[in-house]
């Protein structure tokens, strides 16, 4: 079983600040995706990543993937409120599995 | 719109009293997923459909069921609910099976509270 892990696991910011979450693993992905739950509900998909070095821009949000397709960052500058959540990294094991990391819980400060 | 679907959004049952949850799905993707999500941890995979194929995780209990009546709907059972099985279960959907780089979309999720 592939493990991904995710750091950190509580982050607490003031808005208006930039923050960097990780996603590291020891296997290699053929993809791997980026989800932020809020509380009571389902995950919802930010983006999916599947070349190594890519690097992928939704707004305020930076999704990278690391050249080994091994490890992932999302990067959120300037964030705000509603960026609090509970962001989840998922990769996709080449059809062997589709596994979730534990999650990092962001909470940004108004 | 909401392309997955789960009802209810909250359930409570009584411990040992079966409970059937379901999902529906409007993008006519061939896999259906269900997961069991336990408050500040990672969704866990219990079982999925590609189509019609049914595939169990190692790790899923037999207290836990799935039927897949067509491509629209799946639903799980919990034969004998205990105290532990109070979660978040989530059920997704992804056009084709991972390993072809697709993407899962998943619904609100069904809260179940045992008593």
């Known amino acids: 079983t592939q493990l991904l892990e995710q750091s950190p696991q509580f982050l607490s910011i003031q808005e208006g600040e930039n923050l960097t979450v990780y996603c590291n693993s020891s296997?290699?992905?053929?993809?791997l995706q980026w989800y932020r739950q809020e509380p009571g509900e389902g995950p919802v998909l930010l983006v999916t990543?599947?070349?190594?070095?890519e690097v992928k821009k939704l707004k305020r949000l930076t999704f990278q993937f690391g050249d080994a397709r091994k490890d992932s960052s999302l990067h959120i500058t300037a964030a705000q409120t509603g960026d609090t959540g509970l962001y989840l990294c998922?990769?996709?094991?080449?059809?062997?599995?589709?596994?979730f990391g534990p999650g990092t819980r962001l909470s940004v400060l108004p | 719109d909401a392309m997955v679907i789960q009802n209810p959004r909250y359930q409570v049952t009584q411990f040992g009293k079966p409970v059937t949850l379901s999902c529906s799905q409007t993008?006519?993707?061939?896999?259906m997923y269900w997961y069991q999500q336990k408050s500040s941890q990672a969704p866990k995979l219990l079982f999925h459909?590609?189509?019609?194929?049914?595939?169990n995780e190692a790790d899923t209990p037999d207290n836990f069921q799935s039927r897949r009546p067509n491509t629209s709907f799946c639903f799980l059972d919990i034969r004998s609910p205990g105290l532990g099985d109070a979660a978040m279960y989530l059920c997704?959907?992804?056009?084709?099976?991972?390993?072809?780089?697709?993407?899962?979309?998943f619904g609100q999720g069904t809260r179940l509270t045992v008593v």
């Open positions: 997704a959907t992804s056009r084709d099976w991972t390993g072809r780089n697709t993407e899962a979309f």
């Open positions: 296997s290699v992905f053929s993809s």
């Open positions: 990543v599947v070349t190594g070095g």
């Open positions: 998922a990769g996709d094991n080449y059809g062997q599995n589709f596994v």
């Open positions: 993008l006519n993707h061939n896999v």
């Open positions: 459909y590609y189509d019609k194929d049914f595939n």
